[in-house]
């Protein structure tokens, strides 16, 4: 169906703004830490943006309702992996809130409490800085505290609710 911007809706549904904001495409990133028996714990989220370079920080939007994010502010250190091509399963996984992305991810636990997934194609070592409740979900601001990082390494990408490869023009 060719819309047109002559379609614009007042007052949308939520699940016509999840169909729009699904018309951007985003990475997937991995947030991570260590729990407070040393286990990992993780979610899986889209909402990942870069937000400044001085200070270093990044924000990630999370769910009011999330029964994962109480647990991870709680660590000291939070890590964030972008993940790579390989990496829908470990995504699927990590959405889920199954513990099996434990087992079946390879992963690392840094000095400082933050979980780092291997072949990831970015690393950020993060702790949180602030937090903004913005409606159903939370604005949360992390200060980086170490990074690294490799664009060669493919990321996987969400389009239209769905994973995808990128492909270079
Ligand atoms: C591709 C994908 C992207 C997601 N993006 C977000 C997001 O940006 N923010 C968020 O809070 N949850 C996001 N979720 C949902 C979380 O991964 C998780 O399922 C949700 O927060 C509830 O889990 P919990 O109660 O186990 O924490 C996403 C899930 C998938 C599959």
Partial sequence: MQMAPADLRSQPKSWELRQIYGC???G????????ARGRPIGT????FTPVSLDPPLVGINVLMTSTTWPRLKA???I???VLSQDHDR????LAAGASDWVTETPHVITAGGAVLIDGATAWLE???DAQHRAGDHMIVLLRVLSCAGDPSHHPLVVHGNRF??????
Avoid: K
């Avoid at 997937?28 to 729990?35: H, I, K, L, R, T």
């Avoid at 899986?44 to 909402?47: E, L, N, P, W």
């Avoid at 470990?90 to 996984?93: D, M």
């Fill in 90 to 93: 470990a995504a699927v996984l």
């Fill in 44 to 47: 899986a989220v889209t909402g």
């Fill in 126 to 128: 993060c702790a949180v």
């Fill in 164 to 169: 995808h490869r990128l492909r270079e023009l």
């Fill in 75 to 77: 660590a000291p250190r």
């Fill in 24 to 26: 951007f495409p985003t």
């Fill in 79 to 81: 890590g964030i992996s």
């Fill in 28 to 35: 997937v990133a991995a947030v991570c830490a260590a729990g």
